[in-house]
Each structure stands twice: as C-alpha cells, then as structure tokens.
C-alpha cells in the first residue's frame, strides 16, 4: 500500500518562509515524478513544483525564484522550500506520486500566510 503523509504547514507572515515535506511508504520516490499542489479555497488543485526521476524539475510561474523542490532519496522524502511567501500562497497543499498504473495523494497539509 502506498502512502503520502506531508508535514511542515502551519501559519507564516508574508515574507516568511516555510519547509514542507512528503514522507513515503510503500513507493521509490526516486522512480517516480513527485510533486507538490496546492488548493485555495474557491479554486482548483494547481500544480506548484515537481520533479521527475532524472531530477528536472518544474515550478508554475507564481513560484520560480521563490520555491524550491528537492528529493532526499535516502530517507524518501520530498521537500517544498518556500521563500517569500506572500498571502496568495495561501492554500492547502498537497504532495502527488505519478506512479506507473496510479496517482497517489497525500492528505495535504494548511500553509496560511498572513499578518
């Protein structure tokens, strides 16, 4: 069985920084694409960053230069590093697993940037 559990969201004024991380079971995140979404409310899931198994990674335009997606392929984890954060950020995030036969989510973790 495959699993998905993120940690690290919480509360951050504008400007601040946060460090969310994706602990795996049951799954290589080195053989698979690994990414990062997120959901404000009234909107739908985007993709925020992710990162392949050659390592290319790929972030949307709202986050280049703020965000950043590492794999620590030792310990199974993914991280999101997020700088500079700013109120819009503000949503529900999500780790993802594109496996082979199905995706996999986590069960997402609340990052609220505000003053």
């Known amino acids: 069985q495959v699993e998905l559990v993120e940690y690290g969201g919480g509360l951050v004024q504008p400007g601040g920084s946060l460090r969310l991380g994706c602990i795996g079971s049951?799954?290589?995140?080195?053989?698979?694409?690994m990414g990062w979404y997120r959901q404000a409310p009234g909107k739908q899931r985007e993709l925020v960053a992710s990162?392949?198994?050659?390592?290319?990674?790929n972030y949307a335009n709202s986050v280049k230069g703020r965000f950043t997606i590492s794999r620590d392929s030792a310990k199974n984890v993914v991280f999101l590093q997020m700088n500079s954060l700013k109120p819009e950020d503000t949503a529900v995030y999500y780790c993802?697993?594109?496996?082979?036969?199905?995706?996999?989510w986590g069960q997402g973790t609340q990052v609220t940037v505000s003053s």
């Open positions: 990162i392949s198994s050659g390592d290319s990674t």
């Open positions: 993802h697993a594109e496996m082979a036969d199905r995706s996999v």
């Open positions: 049951g799954i290589i995140f080195s053989h698979v694409v």
